[in-house]
């Protein structure tokens, strides 16, 4: 274990961080408000702070092993949101420091979960560096370090623990270049999306925040009805981005090296297009009778659909007043989540494929024990190795999310409330049904059941292994 | 450059090293899964499992993209075939390894041009030259040769009782007359390109650079000359002792050759009849003792088994036989070997890593030189690179003490119209030479690259 890589690289992670604030500074300074101080302040401290700590734990060597890996990413991630949370306390806008924290793990792990109660009151500085950090999170932002510089002789570690999917490869030999490759297309696409919102009738402030919010598939809006008040167009455009950023950056490359034949074979895409498809006409039919027109009934079920599926979270109505039926089917897309490789959170669909097919092999086995079955997908023969981790992850997931259930059930809340704020926390989604539902927020929860809610934000977007890695005893011991 | 590697065994891997620390791009395929996973889990490579001729495997690969192709697979006929995809699928350059005997005689050269393979690399073959080259000249450690023989580097180890012991450099070119140039001092872990004031130690290892002649003059000063071996045991009946027994044989040494196994011995028996074959283990001291290893002037451990090797050719240099060679195939390995007081230890990926690194070194170099040669030095901390001047180098003809050289690089030497000479400071560098170049710490691919 090289410890002093494991204390050295998030240092620099928090670097990159504190100068990637100087963006909301200067947003800051464009609108002539306050809040620069605040950036200001903790941009230079972190700086003034990681230099000379990171020159004290100078690494001998870069080479890392995949336990470092882990436990690099998780301590980086806490490390950004404690820095990037300081900002609203500073500035007096979020007084609390759980509350500010909340919200800042909420925006790096693309939850989009708020306990603002009115978002129409903050300053814009401080609305941009919230939904800045949907974009830099939905990504990844060791992935973001790693394209501009060499952090690591053996990256491959830290892009596995980061991305989230059963299986992380790299598009090109190196990683820094497959770094490049995933921000440049993940940049190209933001713009396209800031350029069509500006036309549906938002201001430049509001598409690019809204824009960012899509990218990370996070969800933070800057009015308390999200997305209800902008044009059908609009809401149309985010429908169809929220989609596009839960597909595989993968297929994105294959597309832009123009093979397109392994794009479109891909299993995991159509399987997802599928179930939107499904959901979106079971949930328009059940709801039709709210809607004066089918367009608007299709509106609403669409993006509700692909909001909840690819754990973005924004939303055009209450669908917490929508029928059983309606609110089941979100429930149900709430942990299935987006493709493997996206910026979505969620179980990820390839997960759901090989859970169903290793369900299928093992029915078989127990009719013919001594059938012999190879599980596919993708084209390929999958190792046992990587059925064997998502089984365990699924089984880590929901003792996880029980855990959490019950943290929570501490709360003077209905069981509703408490068991789908931790789902839409967990699967990085932001909100749920009943008292944390769209038309309210999770300000209604104790400072503790925000950092139970805050620590399944992070298991989520980590997927569980890095964390736990983190804070188990063995890791850290000498033997 | 965009480089394929098919086959993740020995020499793919530490070729996979060495090509990423020159930061080449590098694919991996090899059609076990886990040598894959080890690979790309320490290096920036990516990987692919799968068969390396398999069309759609390269294609996955994206061969059409790659510069070069380096088939490196334990089965000739894949490494063959995958080459001729690649080159029909667009790769410019394709490097096979080829090492069985029946295409590496008068054939060779049809199947290279039928297949269009810019390299055919026999690993036996090679290592069998240079463990060849090593018992020309027993008391050297080492050998490189640069420019057809025109300059060669030896490395000698001082032994405790050297006369260098404590010796200055200067005072070293004072006592030892001859036209020869220390240019690296290996010492423990570390390489240094020693100045003058640089005072050698017992233990180190020093390489010179001289002509071919200059050397045996340098040694006979030294009393380190020793005769050439006459009578030799080599120990394994595999490729290398094959290649390596029709050399000595043609030179007329007596070469006696021990292996376990009936049927190795028969076909080396068949093929060499010249040769004395033993059939028993090697490891048995008394065969050993029975078959005279105590009279023998070399004795060369060439079995499969890396620990064999090395622990017989310490059993033989109890003997104070002139000359042990061990060869170790496990990189981690050669360490161990070397700290049980072996000094001669070759290892057939290292040999095969140097000629395709000074091959892939070489197509990257296009200014103003290009690469001849390449050895790297003490697990490729230093180097040893030749060059061959092209007209538009931009220091040529410049007196080289006014040269404003880079720090930890030596021009070890010049060879000019096939007459070599060890430069001194009024010597000038001119288009159509040839030069050695010393570095440690840094890769150099173009001669522009020492010069500040």
């Given amino acids: ?479 | 450059m965009k480089i394929i590697i098919a086959g993740c065994g020995k020499i793919g891997s530490a070729l996979t090293r060495s090509l990423v620390r020159e930061g080449h791009d590098v694919t991996v395929i090899d059609k076990k899964k886990s040598s894959v996973d080890e690979l790309v889990n320490i290096c920036d490579v990516r990987g692919f499992y799968g068969n390396a001729a398999d069309p759609d495997v390269l294609q996955e690969a994206e061969v059409s993209k790659a510069d070069m192709l380096i088939a490196a697979t334990s089965t000739d006929e894949l490494n063959m075939l995958s080459c001729f995809f690649a080159k029909k699928m667009g790769v410019q350059h394709t490097v096979a390894r080829i090492r069985n005997a029946d295409y590496n005689d008068d054939n060779l050269p049809f199947i290279k041009q039928q297949l269009g393979l810019s390299m055919a690399i026999n690993p036996e073959y090679q290592t069998a030259n240079t463990v060849f080259n090593l018992l020309k000249l027993p008391s050297a450690v080492k050998i490189e040769t640069f420019s057809n023989r025109n300059l060669e580097m030896v490395d000698l180890r001082l032994k405790s009782d050297s006369s260098l012991h404590g010796l200055q450099l200067s005072e070293m070119r004072d006592r030892y007359k001859g036209n020869y140039l220390v240019c690296t001092v290996i010492r423990g872990e570390n390489v240094f390109i020693p100045g003058g004031d640089f005072t050698l130690q017992s233990g180190d290892t020093i390489g010179v650079i001289a002509a071919p002649n200059e050397i045996p003059k340098l040694l006979k000063q030294l009393k380190l000359m020793k005769k050439q071996a006459r009578n030799i045991m080599i120990l394994g009946a595999g490729r290398i002792t094959y290649y390596l027994s029709k050399k000595l044989a043609s030179l007329g040494t007596n070469v006696k050759v021990i292996d376990k196994d009936l049927e190795k011995c028969e076909q080396l028996a068949e093929q060499l009849p010249s040769c004395a074959v033993i059939c028993g283990d090697g490891a048995e001291q008394e065969l050993l003792l029975q078959e005279g290893i105590r009279s023998m002037d070399a004795f060369i451990a060439l079995t499969g088994i890396d620990e064999e090797n090395i622990l017989l050719s310490v059993f033989a240099g109890a003997f104070h036989t002139s000359k042990v060679i061990c060869k170790v195939n496990r990189e981690g390995l050669t360490e161990i070997a070397e700290s049980l007081g072996l000094d001669c230890v070759i290892s057939p990926e290292k040999t095969v890593t140097d000629i395709i690194l000074r091959y892939v070194r070489a197509l990257t170099s296009t200014v103003g030189s290009r690469i001849e040669t390449l050895y790297q030095l003490a697990d490729g901390k230093a180097e040893a690179v030749e060059f061959v001047v092209t007209p538009d180098f931009p220091a040529a003809g410049i007196p080289l003490k006014d040269l404003r050289l880079k720090t930890n690089i030596l021009i070890a030497g010049i060879v000019r119209n096939r007459k070599s000479m060890i430069p001194a400071g009024k010597d000038v560098i001119l288009p159509g030479d040839k030069v050695i170049v010393v570095s440690t710490g840094r890769t150099i691919t173009d001669l522009t690259d020492i010069i500040k």
Wanted: hydrophobic share 50%; with cysteine.
């Fill in chain 1, 1 to 479: 274990m090289n410890r002093r890589m494991i204390l050295y690289m998030p240092l620099q992670i928090l670097r990159a961080t504190a100068l990637l604030m100087l963006l909301p500074a200067a947003v800051s300074i464009y609108y002539r408000e306050p809040c620069v101080w605040s950036f200001l302040i903790c941009s230079g401290g972190a700086l003034l702070l990681s230099i000379p700590a990171a020159k004290l734990v100078k690494p001998y060597t870069k080479e890392i092993y995949a336990k470092d890996g882990f436990v690099i990413v998780a301590l980086s991630w806490i490390l950004l949101s404690a820095l990037g949370a300081l900002p609203f306390t500073i500035s007096g806008e979020i007084p609390s420091y759980v509350d500010a924290f909340f919200e800042t793990v909420s925006g790096f792990t693309t939850t989009g979960a708020s306990i603002l109660t009115h978002v129409e009151s903050m300053s814009r500085g401080l609305l941009f560096w919230r939904s800045f950090t949907h974009f830099l999170g939905g990504m990844g932002v060791i992935v973001f370090v790693m394209a501009i510089t060499n952090l690591s002789d053996r990256p491959i570690h830290i892009m596995r623990a980061e991305m989230p999917g059963p299986i992380v490869g790299k598009l090109v030999p190196k990683a820094k270049q497959t770094a490049k490759i995933l921000y440049l297309i993940y940049i190209v696409l933001t713009l396209t999306e800031i350029a069509l919102l500006k036309i549906g009738g938002m201001s430049l402030f509001e598409a690019t925040v809204h824009a960012f919010g899509t990218a990370g598939t996070g969800g933070f809006g800057i009015r308390s009805d999200s997305i209800a008040g902008y044009t059908p167009f609009a809401q149309w455009v985010i429908t169809v981005f929220m989609m596009v950023f839960g597909v595989n950056f993968n297929l994105y490359y294959l597309i832009l090296i123009r093979n397109f034949k392994t794009a479109l074979k891909s299993r995991e895409l159509w399987v997802y297009c599928g179930i939107f498809g499904g959901s979106t006409l079971l949930v328009t039919l059940n709801v039709l009778r709210m809607f004066p027109s089918f367009g608007t009934a299709l509106r609403h079920a669409a993006f509700q659909v692909s909001s909840i599926m690819t754990t973005t979270g924004f939303v055009t109505t209450d669908y917490d007043r929508w029928p059983q039926l309606s609110k089941t089917v979100l429930l149900l897309l709430m942990f299935i989540g987006a493709c493997a490789g996206s910026t979505a959170g969620g179980l990820k669909v390839s997960r759901v494929i090989i859970l169903g097919k290793t369900i299928h092999r093992e029915v078989t086995r127990m009719l013919h024990p001594r059938s012999v079955r190879v599980i596919r997908f993708e084209g390929k023969k999958l190792e046992e190795a990587v059925i064997h981790n998502t089984a365990v992850y699924f089984v880590l997931y929901f003792i996880c999310v029980m855990a959490g259930f019950f943290l929570l059930s501490i709360e003077p809340l209905d069981l509703e409330s408490c068991f789908t704020a931790v789902v839409a926390c967990f699967n990085n989604i932001g909100p749920a049904f009943g008292a944390a539902g769209p038309a309210s927020n999770y300000a209604v929860f104790s400072p503790f059941s925000k950092l139970v809610l805050s620590a399944a934000m992070l298991l989520g977007r980590l997927e569980i292994f890095p964390l736990i890695l983190a804070f188990s005893p063995t890791t850290w011991m000498k033997k």
